[in-house]
């Protein structure tokens, strides 16, 4: 697979995986010395980097959603990249003005590619998702979670009853 960039010089998978690991050990080189602290809801530019068959790729902004306080003692924060595309599928959120207290970011919030990345692959802050957004997020990540959520209470309440009948 080749990908023509702006430049109109043609990169094949190889070629971009070979610069991916150059950036990579850059990455692993800033995150000693990067003291950035997100708060869940802002927004930072994030390279996702060279990565395989449908997972997103490259330099995109992305809405933090771990903790401060985590975000404050780890070396990673967990995230939910931003595609440019224009239109949400069922368990994604479309970013519109009235979701934002700061920033110009257009896109749709892909649920789907949660992700943790080390604090060196973060670059600039871009924005932040008011409280409509955030909650409007919560409530995707809750119902992208919610069948796992599900399962475990059908499993709980499975066993508390079978443990009862075993006294």
Known sequence: MTVTTLDQKT???????????????FYTRKEGFTNVSPKPGDIYA?????NIGSEINGIRPCVVISGTKFN???GTFTVVP?????????????ITDDL??????????KIEMITTVSRGRVGNYIGRLNLKGRSQLAAKLHRFFSPLHRQTLKRSS????ASFLMF
């Open 11 to 25: 990169y094949s998978k190889e070629e971009r995986l070979l610069a991916w690991v150059q950036k990579a050990l």
């Open 46 to 50: 994030v390279d996702m980097g060279e």
């Open 72 to 74: 404050l003692r780890s």
């Open 82 to 94: 931003i595609t440019g595309h224009g239109e949400a599928r069922p368990g994604q959120l479309l």
């Open 100 to 109: 934002l207290d700061e920033g110009q970011v257009r896109g749709v919030i």
């Open 158 to 161: 499975a066993n508390r009853r």
